[in-house]
């Protein structure tokens, strides 16, 4: 049995609290959240009756537990991450893992000198749509992949910001449609494509000018034997749709719309439905990786998301603000 804690008590939370509740080997132990209100709100809805601590160090050092989930805003990640892993705790962090070079290089050797492992979420590796995708392009017919791309197309409006004033800003959300919302896509597309050699693109913010941060990117990335990559994403559409992924191979083409899998434009796979019914603009991923992560504790492997991994996508996304942002 793990002694799990979780940090910050936000939209985000409820999907580590439930899944945390939900398994057995895990025995949810306090929240910690400077906003009482919010952590009582997170624990109602749970049904759940849990210590609430408003400094996180005090709360790891009271419960002594053997993991922490980190739901903090984007500029505590790094800093209570290393804290966590210095303390022997093991770390499941919802992404980014950081928001800049500076603060990765610490975070990594704070990783690597810990007896604990992290975890970053990146939970759409897991979906059961990608995993049978890789069954397709594991067969022989499917042959190579020759090209990506991408398109996330969502709306986040003036309430999403003004609710949590650390969002739209530079300093403490590091950006907006790349490093929050599609960063999870352009991390699959990565899984697929691997590491691009060449990356340009642009960023630009044309529907939030209350913000720092961009609201809409596209990048073109060129990969190993001429095989490329196409990526587009905004906050700006007038709702949230589907994320698509679709990736050209020599002798298929397999898509990703959501969590449904098309191979050549015809249904392979639907991962949406009865109980695994998740987020629709996606799926239900975190569930899936928060029960690896505690398999891999309990069995004493590495972690399913370990950081260099998840690494990937933030370099590609800063060698992109390096070539934006004046």
């Known amino acids: 049995m793990k002694k799990a804690v979780l940090i910050g008590c936000g939209a985000i939370s409820t999907n580590h609290a439930g899944a945390l509740k939900s398994l057995e080997n895990v025995n949810f132990a306090a929240v910690c959240d400077p906003d009482e209100q919010a952590a009582k709100a997170l624990l109602e809805l749970h049904g759940l009756d849990l210590p609430i601590y408003a400094d996180y160090k005090e709360m790891i050092e009271v419960e002594k537990p053997d993991s922490v989930h980190i739901c903090t805003p984007h500029f505590l990640h790094a800093e209570m991450a290393i804290y966590a892993l210095d303390h022997g705790v093991n770390v499941f962090l919802e992404k980014p893992a950081c928001m800049t070079r500076e603060e990765l290089a610490p975070l990594m050797e704070a990783e690597k000198r810990s007896s604990a492992i992290l975890c970053v979420c990146f939970q759409n590796r897991f979906l059961t749509c990608v995993e049978k995708a890789r069954e397709v392009l594991a067969e022989e017919k499917t042959g190579e992949i020759l090209g990506a791309r991408a398109f996330v197309t969502w709306k986040r409006g003036g309430a999403y910001y003004t609710e949590s004033p ?156 390096d070539q934006t942002r004046a």
Not at 192 to 210: L, S
Not at 282 to 291: E, F, P, S, Y
Request: a negative charge; charged letters at 25%; hydrophobic letters at 35%.
């Open 166 to 321: 650390w969002r739209g800003k530079i300093a403490t959300e590091g950006g907006s449609i790349l490093i929050n919302q599609s960063i999870h896509t352009l991390d699959l597309l990565l899984q697929f494509m691997g590491k691009p050699e060449t990356v340009q693109g642009a960023i630009g913010n044309y529907t939030a000018p209350y913000n720092d941060t961009e609201d809409t990117a596209h990048i073109y990335m060129t990969f190993p034997n001429g095989k490329m990559g196409v990526f587009f994403a905004t906050n700006g559409y007038c709702k949230s749709r589907k994320i698509e992924l679709e990736l050209t191979c020599e002798n298929r083409l397999i898509r990703f719309v959501g969590d449904k899998l098309y191979v050549d434009d015809e249904l392979y796979y639907e991962g949406q439905s009865g109980e695994n019914r998740g987020k629709d603009v996606w799926g239900k991923g975190h569930g899936i990786l928060i029960r690896r992560f505690y398999d891999a504790l309990e069995k004493g492997e590495a972690s399913p998301v370990p950081l260099e991994s998840a690494a990937e996508s933030l370099d590609v996304l800063w060698k992109l603000f």
